[in-house]
């Protein structure tokens, strides 16, 4: 009786285990799909106010990436580096390549870039050098 209570308990945890590996985890391309809100950033040492705060949105569908500024908006092709550590995110604008790094948590979204054409910051300390900007998301409802 107990052999077969113990292969019972082994083959209910083979099973559990093998749905956990089945169940694909989301990735990032996936989860940063949607909107954005800006909650707070900086550029050049300067935080940004808050009428730039409340009027900027970050629009992600496909790769594509829409920023919202009151009646404005520019559109850049993006691709993600979630293999670098930090991560990294490239911006096409039009043939000019702006390369940054970001950090996804949840509903949070961090993300750190300098000038275009420059190298991608090392990590989100750099943002010291007074450079850089950063901008501070949380994602919407959807």
């Known amino acids: 009786m107990r052999v ?3 292969l019972l308990l082994l083959c ?3 099973q559990c285990d093998r749905a956990k590996q089945e169940i694909p985890a989301m990735k ?5 799909q949607g909107t954005w809100a800006l909650i707070s950033g900086e550029r050049h040492g300067e935080k940004f106010t808050d009428e730039v705060v409340k ?20 559109e850049a092709v993006f691709t993600l580096h979630p293999e670098k550590n930090p991560k990294g995110i490239d911006l096409d604008m039009d043939g000019s390549l702006g390369r940054g790094i970001y950090k996804l948590e949840g ?6 870039h300098g000038e275009i054409e420059e190298p991608r910051p090392a990590g989100f300390d750099a943002l010291k050098s007074g450079n850089l900007t950063m901008l501070v998301l949380r994602k919407e409802r959807e």
């Open 28 to 32: 990032d391309i996936d989860m940063i």
């Open 12 to 14: 209910t945890n083979v």
């Open 55 to 74: 009027n900027v949105k970050l629009t992600f569908v496909g790769d594509i990436l829409k920023t919202q500024k009151k009646n404005d908006v520019t």
């Open 107 to 112: 509903k949070m979204l961090t993300i750190l």
């Open 4 to 6: 077969v209570a113990v």
